[in-house]
């Protein structure tokens, strides 16, 4: 997957000097910043509204499109996508992969190194049903 993003990274920045006219990368980077931050909410809102209302297919046709968005903001921003993978990995290191950062550094673990202490193992959550794809 990393490597789909790698791949729409670099297409982002070979877009963003293409004409506004025809390219809708170009044309997001001519508007600057809070457009591309506007479009990204956008594109979040809706994912999160076909989930809510059992659309499988369409969240996954607004993930790509929020997916796309979130790398032209990086783009904007001078975040690589391995700037964020990197981080991702810090992250596990610390709390599993499964695991969101506490706003408070107070809730952290002690890790003594982080490619030698022991991950935190991935557990499903019991009684929920797999949802049958169509």
Same mark, same amino acid.
């Given at each position: ?9 670099? &297409?982002?920045?070979?877009? +963003?000097?293409?004409?506004? #006219? $025809?390219? +809708? ?8 910043? /809070?457009? *591309?931050a506007?479009?990204? &909410? =956008? =594109? ?16 996954? !046709? =607004?993930?790509?499109d929020?997916?796309?968005?979130? $790398?032209?903001l990086? #783009? ?8 964020v993978?990197?981080? *991702? /990995?810090r992250? =596990?290191? *610390?709390?599993g992969?499964?695991?969101k950062?506490?706003?408070?550094? *107070?809730k ?10 022991? !991950?935190?193992?991935?557990?499903a959550?019991e009684?929920? &049903? #797999? !949802?049958? !794809?169509h």
């Open positions: 997957m990393s490597d789909s993003l790698e791949r729409l990274y670099l &297409a982002v920045l070979a877009a +963003r000097d293409l004409d506004p #006219a $025809t390219s +809708r990368t170009a044309r997001l980077f001519q508007r600057g910043p /809070s457009k *591309m506007k479009k990204l &909410a =956008e =594109e979040a809102i809706e994912v999160v509204i076909d989930a809510v209302n059992g659309d499988t297919e369409a969240v996954v !046709r =607004e993930s790509a929020l997916l796309y968005n979130l $790398t032209v990086w #783009a904007s921003a001078g975040v690589c996508p391995e700037d993978w990197r981080e *991702m /990995s992250r =596990e290191d *610390m709390l992969i499964a695991e950062l506490p706003k408070s550094s *107070m952290l673990p002690k890790v003594a190194s982080p490619r030698i202490s022991a !991950r935190r193992p991935i557990v959550i009684g929920r &049903a #797999a !949802r049958k !794809r």
